[in-house]
């Protein structure tokens, strides 16, 4: 059943997969996994630069923490729902199954448009929001990191402001991940998504007998996640002809200069008048010829509207529920391979793990150490999905929602019942 709501998608896809478990795991068990295990609403009432009391809303979600503390970024965006953060932190429960990482799934979202705020008052409504969280964000407890209109200079704000209420200079153990390297964070993390993305879209590309070197590659999003995409897949020697954002969409199939467009972001804050290729539509962007498409940018963009008219032969989700399930069932049916979100993008979790056990023993790793480790971890990833697919003849996000599920609920059942 198509539908707009990312929670309805996330239940949709959950369904499928526990379908696939053939009845190992009792009714009752996979009915709970099914919901949240905590839904929170919180009121913020920051004193921002022009002297007012502003009012923002913000969500907290847990789902579920069997296989260790709930972990999930904190997405700011004016159109954020609570329905939504809890797809989300049902979806992280299911990428850190997927990536061998003992975490559950959470979520946090802040309603507030993170362009139409000064730096000094998106730093005051971060620190409000720690503080009115702070019951909720522990690493044993949930975890925070950036999503989409947070980044890495917030996760700074949240460690101070934790560290603060607490009389310290520093926090004792891993309350965020994604800092600044100076504060504890891990260098490469900022990078850890895109690069993930990239190193799934080789194996994807080499898995259909294609070659990334020359490939024509189209980037939905030039935010985190979908600038160091294009930036890893040039380096690798993917050609990038068509990139957007919130605000241009443009589009060369001779290529676009990735670094150019970076540095053009960096200073104006968008694409807007970027000066490469032709402007296009954005919604049409996604239709034009590519042999790899990477949807970075949010949720619901490939459709049963669209999905018969992607050119493109790999799908990679960069984004967090970018396709509704019909598009995924006509995306299956027409060959695309899909390399769906809960592997493609969960590099950024693998190495905020990495982040969370540096910042616990007390380590340091290198950039070197973070790299070699998130390849190996993805390369594995990819050919378990592709060879559970393959054995099992379920298309790649049933393979991926099978293992993330088989692995939930053997925790829960090794746990066993709290009475
Ligand atoms: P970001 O805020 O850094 O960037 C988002 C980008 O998408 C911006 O360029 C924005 O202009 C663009 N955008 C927003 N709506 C758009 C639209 N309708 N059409 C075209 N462009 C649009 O966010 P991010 O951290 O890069 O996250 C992007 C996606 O990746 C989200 O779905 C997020 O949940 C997912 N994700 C992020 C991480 C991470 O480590 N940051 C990890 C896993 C998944």
């Not at 504060?183 to 690069?195: E, F, N, Y």
Request: proline share 5%.
């Amino acid at each position: 059943m198509a539908t707009e709501s990312m929670l309805e998608n996330a239940r949709v896809n959950f369904d499928r997969a526990a379908a696939t478990l053939g009845g190992v795991y009792d009714a009752e068990l996979l009915r709970k996994l099914r919901f949240p295990k905590e839904r929170s609403e919180l009121r913020l009432t920051p004193q921002l630069s022009d002297g007012n009391v502003h009012v923002f809303t913000a969500y907290i979600v847990h789902h579920n923490n069997s296989l260790g503390p709930c972990k999930g970024g904190i997405r700011m965006s004016p159109s954020v729902t609570l329905d939504d953060i809890t797809a989300l932190a049902m979806e992280m429960t299911w990428k850190c199954a997927l990536i061998g990482v003992p975490f559950g799934g959470g979520k946090s979202g802040i309603v507030a448009d993170p362009r139409q705020l000064t730096p000094d008052d998106k730093q005051t409504l971060i620190r409000n929001f720690t503080r009115n969280a702070h019951r909720h964000i522990n690493p044993l407890v949930y975890i925070p990191a950036p999503d989409m209109g947070t980044n890495e200079q917030d996760m700074g704000h949240i460690k101070d402001t934790i560290a603060y209420s607490n009389g310290h200079a520093t926090t004792q153990g891993c309350y965020v991940t994604g800092k600044p390297v100076l504060l504890g964070g891990i260098p490469g993390r900022g990078k850890a998504t895109g690069r993930g993305v990239a190193i799934a879209s080789d194996a994807a590309m080499k898995h259909i007998g294609a070659d990334l070197k020359g490939a024509p590659v189209i980037v939905q999003g030039f935010g985190n996640v979908g600038a160091v995409t294009c930036a890893e897949l040039a380096a690798r020697g993917a050609r990038i002809v068509g990139v957007s954002d919130i605000a241009e969409a443009v589009y060369d199939e001779r290529g676009l200069d990735v670094d150019r467009l970076m540095a053009y972001a960096r200073s104006n804050g968008s694409l807007k008048g970027c000066g490469q290729g032709r402007v296009v539509s954005p919604e049409g962007l996604l239709e034009m010829a590519c042999v790899l498409l990477v949807p970075a940018a949010t949720g619901n963009q490939i459709t049963a509207e669209n999905a018969g008219k992607i050119q493109a032969r790999v799908v990679a989700e960069g984004a967090n529920g970018p396709t509704t399930p019909d598009a995924d069932a006509i995306l299956h049916k027409r060959n695309v391979f899909v390399i769906p979100d809960i592997l493609c993008n969960a590099g950024g979790v693998f190495v905020s793990y990495l982040e969370y056990t540096q910042e616990t023993q007390q380590e340091q790793m290198t950039e070197e150490d973070v790299k070699s480790r998130l390849e190996k971890r993805m390369r594995d990833k990819f050919k378990l999905v592709v060879g559970t697919a393959e054995k099992q003849r379920l298309s790649t996000r049933d393979a991926s929602m099978h293992l993330a599920l088989e692995s939930v609920c053997a925790a829960t059942v090794a746990r066993g019942n709290l009475p």
